[in-house]
């Protein structure tokens, strides 16, 4: 499955530099970006807010039977990573050693290619993590 | 040779010096995790293992099927910029304030679409700035960094951020395959806050058929041995008798030389056949154990020069690019290298010797797409 070009566009700030928001009246941090604060609803006042970098893996799967275009990378650590400010994000741990794939190791973003429309078409950027 | 060299000598003292304050004022490095054996590659194609002991290359760094020349620009640049920290009382550089970033490759994801841009995004540098990818085979690294210097040396913009980086590619078979390695390295070029200054450069340029990639092609193809003598030598050779004479300085002037390292021999013999003792060239001799990363090479030579500099160590850099063309740097270290945060928290031979996983050559084959398969 790969993504339509716009929709690759409107990602990039997330996924290049984890350009989440956060909320003025709560003060909780959203990733991936939120229109309207799921806490305070109309009352929220949201901004943009750069993500932390780094985090610790809070779960993981090895994904050994991986969907049609991720041949090259199966099988892949799929994890959820607690990032430093506790929001939670969904991303694949790479250029980590198997027995350093556990739950509280520190990780942090790399810059990686996650999708390419072929030989020919668009290459989608963004963010995979690493055991540091 | 001696000859052209004399011919030129009232040219070269009559153009300007270019020293105006301006340096480097951080650097940054990303050299990819997986690395293949040279003896690996030697045993696929029935070569004699020793093979990586006569190009002075054990093993090369090889990016993983989701990295290019793109990712590891981004990661070396995003390193310089942290590598800053230290800068301006502790509160670094914005981004925002680099004004020209160029990056020079020849493994570029996209034959038209900018690796600069990408970079830009992805160091919250846009959108005020101008950027452009260069192309000068393994040289165009370089070229970034004097193109930074004249912006930042004219005024027109305050930092300028020139990176090297390729994924070097090779013909499966071919004499490349042993040395075409992986990284790259960065450099914020300014006048405030500098490590380094870049006291003068001066360039060689001649029209040589060593080395080339048509359009289209995938892989770049050579002239054998005429690569060396008439190319490699011939060029290093002139750009750094060419700027020890514009600087009136002597090989014995200089702490550290760092020469573009298309394998691990050819940096060591014309640094011998320019005078300098083999313990200058040895800090920035990288290609041993990564790999020829062409237009990384001999810039992240200067990366591992700068993780060890102390303050007025002189440092001559000479880069080379096939077709062909050298371009040489004179630079000094500054107190500034001192402060605290202002080098990557990691040298260089550091990471290189504890972040590695190795391939096989199947492995490898993968990882660079070297095997049909339709996706």
């Given at each position: 499955?790969?993504?339509?070009?716009?929709?690759?566009?409107?990602?990039?700030?997330?996924?290049?530099?984890?350009?989440?928001?956060?909320?003025?009246?709560?003060?909780?941090?959203?990733?991936?970006?939120?229109?309207?604060?799921?806490?305070?609803?109309?009352?929220?006042?949201?901004?943009?807010?750069?993500?932390?970098t780094t985090g610790k893996i809070?779960?993981f799967?090895l994904v050994?039977?991986?969907?049609?275009?991720?041949?090259y990378e199966t099988p892949y650590y799929l994890a959820?990573v607690?990032?430093?400010?506790?929001?939670?994000?969904?991303t694949q741990i790479v250029d980590s050693d198997d027995d350093k794939v556990k739950?509280?190791q520190p990780v942090k973003a790399m810059f990686r290619r996650i999708?390419?429309?072929?030989?020919?078409?668009?290459?989608?950027y963004g963010y995979k993590f690493k055991v540091v | 040779?001696?000859?052209?060299?004399?011919?030129?000598?009232?040219?070269?003292?009559?153009?300007?010096?270019?020293?105006?304050?301006?340096?480097?004022?951080?650097?940054?490095y990303f050299v990819p995790r997986l690395r293949i054996?040279?003896?690996?590659?030697?045993?696929?194609?029935?070569?004699?293992?020793?093979?990586?002991?006569?190009?002075?290359?054990?093993?090369?760094a090889v990016g993983a099927w989701d990295e290019d020349?793109?990712t590891f620009?981004v990661e070396a640049?995003r390193m310089?910029?942290?590598?800053?920290?230290?800068?301006?009382?502790?509160?670094?550089?914005?981004?925002?304030?680099?004004?020209?970033?160029?990056?020079?490759?020849?493994?570029?994801?996209?034959?038209?679409?900018?690796?600069?841009?990408?970079?830009?995004?992805?160091?919250?540098?846009?959108?005020?700035?101008?950027?452009?990818?260069?192309?000068?085979?393994?040289?165009?690294?370089?070229?970034?960094?004097?193109?930074?210097?004249?912006?930042?040396?004219?005024?027109?913009?305050?930092?300028?951020?020139?990176?090297?980086?390729?994924t070097?590619?090779?013909?499966?078979?071919?004499?490349?395959?042993?040395?075409?390695?992986s990284g790259a390295?960065?450099?914020?070029?300014?006048?405030?806050?500098?490590?380094?200054?870049?006291?003068?450069?001066?360039?060689?340029?001649?029209?040589?058929?060593?080395?080339?990639?048509?359009?289209?092609?995938?892989?770049?193809?050579?002239?054998?041995?005429?690569?060396?003598?008439?190319?490699?030598?011939?060029?290093?050779?002139?750009?750094?008798?060419?700027?020890?004479?514009?600087?009136?300085?002597?090989?014995?002037?200089?702490?550290?030389?760092?020469?573009?390292?298309?394998?691990?021999?050819?940096?060591?013999?014309?640094?011998?056949?320019?005078?300098?003792?083999?313990?200058?060239?040895?800090?920035?001799?990288?290609?041993?154990?990564i790999?020829?990363?062409?237009?990384?090479?001999?810039?992240?030579?200067?990366?591992?020069?700068?993780?060890?500099?102390?303050?007025?160590?002189?440092?001559?850099?000479?880069?080379?690019?096939?077709?062909?063309?050298?371009?040489?740097?004179?630079?000094?270290?500054?107190?500034?290298?001192?402060?605290?945060?202002?080098?990557?928290?990691v040298?260089?031979?550091d990471y290189i010797a504890k972040n590695k996983k190795y391939v096989?050559?199947?492995g490898y084959?993968k990882h660079r797409?070297?095997?049909?398969?339709?996706?």
């Amino acid at each position: 499955m790969t993504e339509g070009i716009a929709r690759i566009w409107r990602n990039q700030r997330d996924r290049y530099n984890l350009i989440g928001t956060h909320c003025e009246e709560c003060k909780n941090d959203f990733f991936p970006q939120r229109k309207i604060c799921p806490v305070c609803r109309r009352k929220g006042k949201l901004k943009e807010k750069q993500m932390p970098t780094t985090g610790k893996i809070y779960s993981f799967t090895l994904v050994t039977g991986g969907p049609v275009g991720f041949d090259y990378e199966t099988p892949y650590y799929l994890a959820i990573v607690e990032l430093d400010n506790k929001v939670k994000i969904l991303t694949q741990i790479v250029d980590s050693d198997d027995d350093k794939v556990k739950i509280g190791q520190p990780v942090k973003a790399m810059f990686r290619r996650i999708q390419t429309h072929g030989e020919e078409g668009l290459i989608a950027y963004g963010y995979k993590f690493k055991v540091v | 040779m001696a000859k052209i060299m004399k011919s030129d000598a009232s040219v070269r003292s009559a153009s300007p010096v270019i020293n105006a304050g301006v340096g480097i004022v951080s650097y940054g490095y990303f050299v990819p995790r997986l690395r293949i054996k040279v003896s690996d590659i030697a045993a696929t194609w029935g070569k004699d293992a020793s093979v990586g002991e006569s190009l002075g290359v054990k093993e090369k760094a090889v990016g993983a099927w989701d990295e290019d020349s793109c990712t590891f620009a981004v990661e070396a640049s995003r390193m310089a910029l942290k590598a800053t920290a230290g800068a301006n009382g502790g509160s670094g550089i914005n981004p925002q304030e680099i004004g020209a970033i160029y990056v020079g490759s020849e493994s570029k994801p996209y034959a038209v679409k900018p690796s600069a841009a990408i970079v830009a995004e992805a160091i919250q540098a846009t959108p005020s700035l101008t950027a452009a990818d260069l192309e000068f085979a393994c040289k165009a690294g370089t070229a970034g960094m004097q193109m930074a210097m004249g912006l930042v040396s004219s005024g027109m913009i305050n930092y300028g951020l020139a990176i090297g980086s390729d994924t070097a590619q090779a013909q499966p078979g071919d004499a490349l395959e042993y040395t075409a390695g992986s990284g790259a390295a960065a450099f914020i070029i300014g006048k405030k806050n500098v490590i380094a200054t870049i006291d003068d450069t001066y360039s060689f340029t001649t029209d040589t058929p060593d080395f080339w990639r048509r359009q289209h092609a995938e892989f770049p193809q050579h002239a054998g041995r005429f690569t060396g003598e008439p190319a490699y030598f011939k060029h290093v050779q002139g750009a750094t008798q060419g700027i020890l004479e514009k600087t009136g300085t002597t090989t014995k002037d200089y702490d550290y030389v760092v020469f573009h390292q298309p394998n691990g021999k050819f940096p060591l013999r014309v640094a011998k056949s320019l005078g300098f003792g083999d313990e200058a060239v040895k800090q920035g001799l990288i290609t041993p154990f990564i790999g020829n990363t062409y237009s990384a090479a001999s810039m992240i030579g200067l990366v591992s020069v700068l993780d060890v500099a102390k303050p007025g160590d002189k440092i001559l850099l000479c880069s080379y690019g096939s077709g062909s063309g050298s371009d040489a740097f004179v630079l000094t270290v500054q107190d500034e290298i001192t402060k605290p945060n202002r080098r990557p928290s990691v040298k260089l031979l550091d990471y290189i010797a504890k972040n590695k996983k190795y391939v096989d050559y199947a492995g490898y084959a993968k990882h660079r797409k070297k095997i049909k398969h339709i996706e």
